[in-house]
C-alpha cells in the first residue's frame, strides 16, 4: 500500500484545514487508516483513526476530539482529516498510515499497529 498525505499548510489559530490521504496499490477495505503527528523532540502522537469495514472512528481524547473528523471516500481510496478550531500545538507533521491486521481496542492507537506510513505534510498554527 502507497500513502499520499496532502493539505497541509500555514494557517491562523481559529482556522481550519483538510488533510487527505490516498492510497494505492491496493485496496484498504480491511485497514485501519490512522493519522498520527510528530514535532522535533517529541515521539510520534496518534491523532485518528478510522477502520475502513464500519466506519469506526477513534480520537485523541483530550487534545483533538471535537475539533477533529477523520472520513473515508471509498471510491476514491481516500481518507480525510478535517481539523477545525487549530490550535498553535497543533504545529505538527502529520503522517498517515495504514494498518491490515489492527484488533479492535487499545491497538489502534499505537503507531506500531501500522505496516504502512506515507511521507508526511506539515500544519503550522500561527498564533
Known amino acids: 500500500v502507497q500513502l499520499q498525505a496532502s493539505g497541509g499548510g500555514l494557517v491562523q489559530a481559529g482556522g481550519s484545514l483538510r488533510l487527505s490521504c490516498a492510497a494505492s496499490?491496493?485496496?484498504?477495505?480491511?485497514?485501519?487508516l490512522g493519522w498520527f503527528r510528530q514535532t522535533p523532540g517529541k515521539e510520534r502522537e496518534f491523532v485518528a483513526a478510522?477502520?475502513?469495514?464500519?466506519?469506526?472512528?477513534?480520537y485523541a481524547e483530550d487534545s483533538v476530539k471535537g475539533r477533529f473528523t477523520i472520513s473515508r471516500d471509498n471510491a476514491k481510496n481516500t481518507v480525510y482529516l478535517q481539523m477545525s478550531s487549530l490550535k498553535p500545538e497543533d504545529t505538527a507533521l502529520y503522517y498517515c498510515?495504514?494498518?491490515?491486521?489492527?484488533?479492535?481496542?487499545?491497538?489502534?492507537?499505537?503507531?506500531?499497529?501500522?505496516?504502512?506510513w506515507g511521507q508526511g505534510t506539515q500544519v503550522t498554527v500561527s498564533s
Open positions: 498510515a495504514a494498518g491490515r491486521t489492527v484488533p479492535f481496542g487499545r491497538s489502534v492507537y499505537a503507531g506500531a499497529s501500522y505496516e504502512y
Open positions: 496499490g491496493r485496496t484498504v477495505s480491511s485497514y485501519v
Open positions: 478510522i477502520r475502513w469495514s464500519g466506519g469506526s472512528t477513534y
